[in-house]
């Protein structure tokens, strides 16, 4: 898995996801799963696009669950290289 910040990836094509991932929890896996298989049948890269902050903790003030880090590191375990 690669991190990239913000604007800095160029994909011809790929299979996204998209959340705030706090705490990657059961149907966070099984999403990313389904992502990371319909990449490699594409033969594409597969993305987990998140936010730092999330949403609710920039608008909202709501506590955030898991740091960037942790949630890269989380994320990290899910998809193989």
Known sequence: MEVYPHRTL????????????????RGHQALIGRVADR????????????FDPPPLAYFQEAPVLA????????????VPK
């Open 10 to 25: 160029r994909l011809p094509g790929s299979v996204v996801t998209v959340g705030t991932f706090g705490g990657v929890h």
């Open 39 to 50: 990449a490699r049948e594409l033969g594409v890269p597969a993305v987990a696009y998140t």
């Open 67 to 78: 740091p960037l880090g942790r949630k890269i590191r989380q994320l990290r375990t899910l």
